[in-house]
């Protein structure tokens, strides 16, 4: 498991074993949740593979709705889950604030 993972696993508060986590440049992070109005810190990318073929679906959530997004997309047969966060919120600086 890459240390990315378990770092985003951890801000997000989800297992690691869910997760593939990685960061991005923080201003690839404008538009709002899905769920709510406030700012989308974490895009989530599921891979689904089935028979009819495979797709990914990309989401934007705030944090607070991250964890059950990656919860739904789990139940939801999900080959695989990417969680982006900006890069900032790994940086001890960041996390100190």
Request: glycine content about 6%; charged content about 15%.
């Amino acid at each position: 498991m890459n240390p990315d993972t378990t770092a985003v696993a951890g801000v997000l508060g989800v297992s690691p074993l869910d997760i593939h986590g990685t960061t991005a440049d923080s201003t690839t992070f404008t538009t709002e949740c899905d769920d709510c109005t406030a700012t989308g810190l974490v895009r989530l990318e599921a891979e689904y593979t089935h028979r009819a073929g495979n797709w990914t679906e990309t989401t934007t959530h705030c944090i607070p709705h991250a964890a059950e997004a990656i919860w739904a997309l789990d139940m939801a047969d999900a080959a695989s889950i990417t969680a982006i966060i900006p890069t900032t919120m790994l940086q001890p600086t960041a996390l100190a604030a």
